[in-house]
């Protein structure tokens, strides 16, 4: 979350689709790609469809408004989903759509059996999955399982007497002792949105503990029937169809019951709280029984249902116990945060944690994700405002051409960028109105989806809609980037489309090359099943760079490639691996000959 990779981050100093319809007409054979692989090879099935999926992640209220209230909705994600097949989409990921107060957006939620009307009805949710499942496209959704909104119905009975049966449903306490509330929180944790994370109640005389927003009570996870009615919850979608869930905020369901203190660290949070260790409410070992339990409730399910965690971790040791390391028993997809958020283009560390991806999850699947809809978009984060977009492509290359499931938000595909907004008046995210003008929020990232130069961006029809359309629309939109062969949206396109085609790219093993460079990025995909291997070579620095490589101290096949994608005209040719001169941000996709 934007909130953890902005502040957290620091704190922590802190299917396959073969059938996927990707035609000759769908794969441009465009300048820069014109060698990328004809689509009509069939490539291996090895393992699950989340393997090598694209999966894709739609913030609801800001993709397609389709009966113009100015709010994204759930017709509108059916009538885009021809585009997202065309940009060869294995799965949905829905941002929350069940009935909520929206204080954050839907992660506030008040009822986990519904849709709420400002996105549509269950009908129309069903009718949402159907569509998909024509397409091959699989709906996972976002479950939210630390906290409930202050709305919903089991807080408001918890919330209502001392003995009620749902009291010990959310976390409890009195103050302090000696002293008087609302001045005595428990002890000094801070929510992630600033301030305490203690709200006194006084209907009971007690305190309530909030990781999150006000209105965001956690759920106190140390009571069975709290995990028994979550799973209640998880089993009415799996019922319903969807191809799993993306666990919101999963590492924080525990905290220290003894509600230590936390330890204080250096410096202050963009709400100006001193920072703090927060060993005693993140990443609790008790959490992994949970996740073991639900990964088993999920696994009875046919289909290959999956569990993707919102993990922010502190490093790949921690990573890999989410996947349960060996024993393969917790989540199939916790999101590795390590390679995507490293927040600057070094090639020494990209090439450190992506072989720690490799080397170090006992066998399991990565899964990469450079954009969500809580953090700066990926294009502001790593551009140098000269090369933005030559560097959007050597990102997309590593999503696409490691061995990692590719996790992307809407709009990454046309670079949408960041816009945050200009005054205090206009924020829509609570954290930006507290956080101002450190911490502007997250609408910046949340903006209308970009579909075409006409009002609102093709978003919406209303006059206005619940965030401005980024100003940069009338350029940049799908619309423009589908119609010029050498987009970004094509780019992309050919870049997934090669990899779902391609054996070598979908299955053959990693080898770093060149490994004291610390200029460029270069790795190989070893070829598997007779395919020959592919060589991926990505200059990470503004200056041109030479690299060149030994077939023999290499271990390569041929000191000969054959272009497949390059993002630069001079590497089209390109085909003597003993002397590459790459451009500033090269990037350059080779098959060995
Ligand atoms: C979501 C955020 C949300 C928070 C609280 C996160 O990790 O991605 O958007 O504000 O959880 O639910």
């Known amino acids: 979350m934007g909130h953890i990779a902005r502040s957290l981050l620091g704190m922590f100093a802190a299917f396959v689709l073969l059938a996927s319809g990707i035609s000759l007409a769908q794969a441009p054979q465009t300048f820069r790609g014109r060698n990328a692989p004809k689509p009509a090879a069939h490539a291996g099935t090895a393992g699950p469809w989340w393997k090598h999926a694209v999966i894709y992640e739609i913030y609801p209220r800001s993709f397609q408004d389709s009966n113009g209230d100015g709010i994204g909705d759930l017709n509108g994600i059916t009538e885009r989903l021809d585009y997202l097949k065309g940009l060869g989409v294995d799965a949905i990921w829905l941002s929350p759509i069940y009935p909520s107060p929206q204080i954050d957006f839907g992660y ?108 965001q009570p956690d759920l106190n996870w140390r009571n069975p029937a709290v995990e028994s009615a979550m799973f209640g919850t998880v089993r009415f979608w799996l019922d319903r169809g969807v191809a799993g869930f993306r666990l919101d905020a999963i590492p924080t369901l525990f905290e220290d019951p003894k509600l230590t203190d936390a330890k204080l660290l250096p410096g202050t949070t963009a709400y100006g709280d001193q920072n703090q260790d927060t060993s005693l409410y993140e990443n609790l070992p008790e959490v992994h029984g949970v996740m073991r339990r639900l990964r088993a409730v999920v696994d009875k399910y046919p289909g290959q249902r999956v569990l993707i965690g919102e993990t922010y971790l502190p490093n790949i040791v921690e990573l890999d116990k989410w996947y349960g390391g060996a024993q393969h028993n917790e989540l199939h997809l916790p999101m590795d945060m390590q390679v995507g958020f490293i927040n600057k283009l070094d090639a020494n560390l990209f090439r450190q944690r ?119 629309y009338k350029t940049k939109n799908v619309k423009a980037q589908q119609d010029d062969p050498n987009s970004l949206f094509n780019w992309y396109k050919q870049l997934i489309a090669t990899r779902k085609t391609d054996p070598t790219l979908r299955d053959g093993s990693m080898t770093m090359l060149d490994q004291t460079n610390s200029s460029v990025l270069s790795y190989l995909r070893n070829g598997v099943a007779g395919h020959p291997p592919i060589l991926v070579v990505l200059n990470f620095t503004g200056t041109p760079q030479t690299v060149s490589f030994d077939p023999h101290k290499d271990h390569l096949p041929s000191s000969k490639a054959h272009t497949l994608l390059t993002s630069a005209p001079a590497l089209e040719q390109q085909s003597d691996l003993t002397r590459i001169e790459l451009p500033p941000y090269a990037t350059w996709i080779a098959r060995l000959q």
């Open 108 to 215: 506030d939620i008040s009822d986990y059996e519904n849709v709420d009307p400002q996105y549509g009805t269950l009908v129309d949710f069903n009718r949402l999955l159907s569509e998909a499942k024509k397409r091959d496209i699989r709906i996972i959704m976002d479950m939210v399982m630390n906290h409930t909104s202050d709305k919903h119905p089991w807080f408001i009975e918890s919330a209502s007497s001392k003995t009620n049966p749902k009291r010990n449903w959310y976390v409890w306490d009195d103050g302090k002792a000696g002293g008087a509330p609302p001045d005595n929180p428990p002890n000094n944790w801070t929510s992630i949105f600033g301030h305490s994370a203690w709200q006194y109640s006084p209907m009971t005389g007690q305190y309530y503990y909030h990781r999150f927003y006000i209105q």
């Open 354 to 472: 992506i072989s720690d991806a490799e080397t170090k999850i006992e066998g399991n699947q990565p899964l990469f994700v450079f954009d969500n809809h809580d953090n700066i978009r990926s294009w502001n984060r790593y551009g140098d405002g000269t090369h933005d977009e030559l560097i959007a492509r050597l990102l997309a290359a590593i999503l696409f051409t490691t061995r990692s499931t590719a996790l992307m938000y809407y709009g990454q595909e046309i670079g949408m960028t960041t816009t945050p907004p200009t005054r205090k008046e206009d924020v829509k995210d609570p954290i930006g109105i507290t956080g101002w003008p450190r911490e502007k929020g997250r609408d910046g990232e949340r903006t209308p989806m970009q579909w075409d130069d006409s009002q609102n961006a093709g978003f919406s029809t209303a006059t206005s809609t619940w965030l401005p359309a980024a100003a940069d």
